[in-house]
């Protein structure tokens, strides 16, 4: 087997898959895998579900899938990382709720979740047994979920013998009606009720690029994020704190109310501009300064950092496309900043990690990333710097927080793939 092609993960699982299921009489396909990377958010945090622009790009990292398709209308699943099968049939879904299903382990509902979701929008679908790996560290920030939403999709894809296709032409799904449904999936499994970021970035992924997206018109354009000489370092606070998810989904309401209300407060000046409004994306920097005082003080704080970050991707953008990433790094510390002091997200040991970031020489821009209150830092680093970052928070961070922090470096990669072995 020449699997020089294949991720390392997926490499992992293909040796594997021999080891755990090893009935050929069960199979009508080749053996293969398919995978989806995981993602980072340059800048953009919480604009997604405001219907705003993010700025992500997928890693190298990846959760992957290798198996086999089957006669049947089983599918069976054996986790590396959990070390634990599991199994459903495809018969009776579309489910409501993969959530319902506790019989199934965390990581299954997921799976189940995408798989339902396709069977929902009439995709046919077959069995299949397969060995489930990745290395998208799980729930520190990377978005180790979308990676296996949007390898589940990817794999249901390859197990399909070519029957569902994906594509920007002429294929079943497009790359972002395949994020839509991962998204429609994680709600479905986790409860939260997320934007389409995490899986929109695994999707349209590509290598030395980020994604400028649209998450209204899902319309996106790659912009330049090869960066000779700069790092891009993830350092996880290793906290994760349960709170996260109902705060997340007070912020989403917050961010509601705060858009009716000023599209009242502006109706009777501006009927016109006030029927477009349906979202923060809609109110423009200098509607916000005309009209926030009449805002009660927490939805004033919550819209006035979403619509300056809407502002601060487009920054991101122009820098990039200058080729200024130095000019970059500013704009990282006022995201921090107001993911900290205005949308309240943050916490103390992603302050912690973000204020040792900017003590150091040579790192130009650092802040939280993903959800918040827990999880991890994106920090640009000039490569001399990467040593020097590494010691400070090895030093600092545990005196400061009683913790240990993960050092991680990666790079803006490829989106999902798929071949036989
Ligand atoms: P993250 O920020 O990494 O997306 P989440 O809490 O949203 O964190 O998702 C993490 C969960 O996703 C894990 O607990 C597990 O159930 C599932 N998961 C992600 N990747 C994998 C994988 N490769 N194998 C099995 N389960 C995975
Ligand atoms: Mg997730």
Redesign the pocket.
């Known amino acids: 087997m020449d699997t020089k092609a294949f991720p390392q993960?997926a490499r992992m699982a293909l040796e594997k898959f021999p080891h755990v299921f090893n009935d050929q009489t069960l199979y009508a396909g080749p053996l293969g895998a398919a995978w989806a990377p995981?993602r980072i958010n340059i800048i953009g945090e919480h604009t997604d579900y405001n219907d705003g622009f993010v700025l992500p790009a997928a890693v190298d990292r990846v959760?992957?899938f290798a198996g086999r398709m089957r006669h049947d209308q089983t599918i069976r699943l054996w986790?590396?990382?959990?070390e634990a099968y599991a199994q459903f049939s495809l018969e009776g879904l579309p489910e409501t709720f993969a959530a319902q299903r506790t019989d199934l382990?965390?990581?299954a509902?997921?799976i189940l979740g995408v798989i339902s979701e396709l069977r929902r929008d009439g995709i046919e679908l077959h069995g299949f047994d397969a060995v489930?790996?990745?290395d998208?560290?799980?729930?520190?920030?990377?978005?180790?979920?979308?990676?296996?939403e949007v390898?589940t999709a990817e794999a249901c894809s390859f197990f399909s013998n070519g029957k569902f296709t994906i594509g920007i032409e002429g294929a079943t799904l497009t790359p972002m009606q395949v994020a839509a449904v991962c998204q429609r999936a994680?709600h479905a499994a986790?409860g939260?009720r997320s934007g389409i970021l995490?899986q929109a970035a695994s999707c349209i992924g590509r290598p030395g690029k980020a994604a400028l997206l649209d998450c209204r018109s899902y319309e996106y354009r790659y912009i330049p994020f090869d960066t000779p000489g700069i790092s891009i370092m993830v350092i996880d606070t290793n906290v994760?704190r349960e709170l996260a998810s109902s705060a997340y989904n007070e912020r989403r309401q917050q961010c509601e109310e705060a858009t009716l209300l000023l599209r009242d407060l502006i109706a009777p000046h501006d009927p016109e501009s006030a029927q477009q409004i349906t979202a923060l994306r809609d109110i423009s920097p200098a509607q916000f300064t005309q009209y926030k005082e009449y805002l009660p003080e927490i939805l004033r704080k919550r819209a006035g950092y979403v619509i300056a970050e809407d502002e601060r991707v487009f920054q991101v953008v122009a820098a990039l496309e200058q080729g200024d990433i130095e000019a970059v790094g500013p704009i990282l510390w006022r995201g921090h900043e107001g993911l900290r002091d205005e949308y309240q997200v943050s916490c103390m040991e992603l302050d912690t990690l973000v204020d040792i970031a900017h003590s150091v020489n040579g790192v130009l821009g650092a802040r939280m990333l993903?959800?918040g209150f827990g999880?991890c830092t994106i920090n640009l680093v000039h490569n001399e710097a990467i040593e020097a970052l590494s010691q400070a928070v090895e030093k600092y961070y545990p005196e400061r927080t009683g913790r240990q922090a993960t050092i991680d470096i990666c790079r803006a990669a490829g989106g999902p793939g798929q071949s036989v072995a």
């Open positions: 993960p995981g959760a992957a986790s590396h990382h959990f382990p965390g990581w509902r997921y489930v790996g990745g998208v560290p799980l729930g520190s920030g990377m978005s180790s979920s979308a990676s296996l390898s994680e986790s939260l995490d994760r993903g959800g999880g």
